[in-house]
């Protein structure tokens, strides 16, 4: 009975230091900064919204209707 005991409870001391070490390397993997990747694309995109919008604003509170030429 007591080698039974023993070896359960080294088992447990096993993977209770396999769950630590996995946590530690999953800490360790997620706190390395990422990359800054600049682009210019995220910016034309933030300009195409801001023009889209104003548009939409241009038309919704014009007082007279807009004409096409």
Do not use: F, H
Request: proline residues 4%.
């Amino acid at each position: 009975m007591k080698n039974k005991k023993t070896t359960i409870a080294a088992i447990l001391a096993a993977v209770d230091q396999y769950e630590a070490e996995t946590q530690a390397a999953v800490l360790q993997l997620s706190e390395k900064p990422r990359p800054i990747i600049v682009s210019n694309w995220k910016y034309y995109g933030v300009g195409e919204m801001m023009r889209m919008r104003t548009t939409w604003q241009l038309r919704l509170c014009n007082t007279r209707p807009m004409q096409r030429r």
